[in-house]
């Protein structure tokens, strides 16, 4: 997957809601100034770019466009998980991604969210709309 030479209009970005393939959009080689304050987590239900889960990953230095919002794109990592709820080497994986990246740039638990936090038309990703389930999921990846 290539590096856009431009950055997405915004109506290529909102393709992501009406699920159509933002994936050639690719992502883009920079996030300019922007620092990195949350973790936005989906499942694999729409087409996007992301910085960990998909087969080809978006450099952390690099803006990944997995919602249709420029700011929360540039200021954000975002993670791909598995349909379903995760087994257990999956859980941990993902505690592994999450602990490093919270370290490496001081996000706190907090700022771990899930793409329907962000908008609740979008139940992504799907196993953890729940909030029982979602609260337990997270406890266990930020503690
Ligand atoms: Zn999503």
């Known amino acids: ?20 393939v933002i994936r050639e959009l690719g992502y883009s080689d920079n996030r300019g100034s922007s620092p990195i ?12 770019s992301v910085h960990y889960g998909m087969r ?6 690099c803006t ?3 919602i249709p919002s420029y ?6 990592l975002g993670i791909a998980i598995p349909k ?7 859980r941990e994986e993902l505690r592994a991604v999450v602990q490093c990246w919270m370290n490496k740039y001081k996000i706190t638990a907090d700022k771990i969210v899930r793409h329907y936090d962000l908008n609740i038309k979008c ?5 953890y709309v729940e909030p029982k389930k979602w609260v337990d999921l997270l406890a266990y990846i930020t503690r």
Not at 56 to 61: A, G, R
Not at 71 to 76: A, E, L, N, R, W
Not at 123 to 127: H, I, N, S
């Open 64 to 66: 990944a466009w997995h």
């Open 71 to 76: 700011i929360k794109c540039m200021t954000s």
């Open 56 to 61: 080809h990953n978006v450099p952390e230095h």
């Open 123 to 127: 139940l992504c990703p799907e196993a």
């Open 37 to 48: 304050i949350a973790i936005i987590i989906h499942g694999l239900q729409h087409p996007m």
């Open 1 to 20: 997957m290539a590096p856009l030479q431009t950055m997405p209009t915004f109506s290529e970005l909102s393709c992501i809601e009406k699920e159509t």
């Open 84 to 90: 379903g709820e995760l087994q257990e080497d999956k």
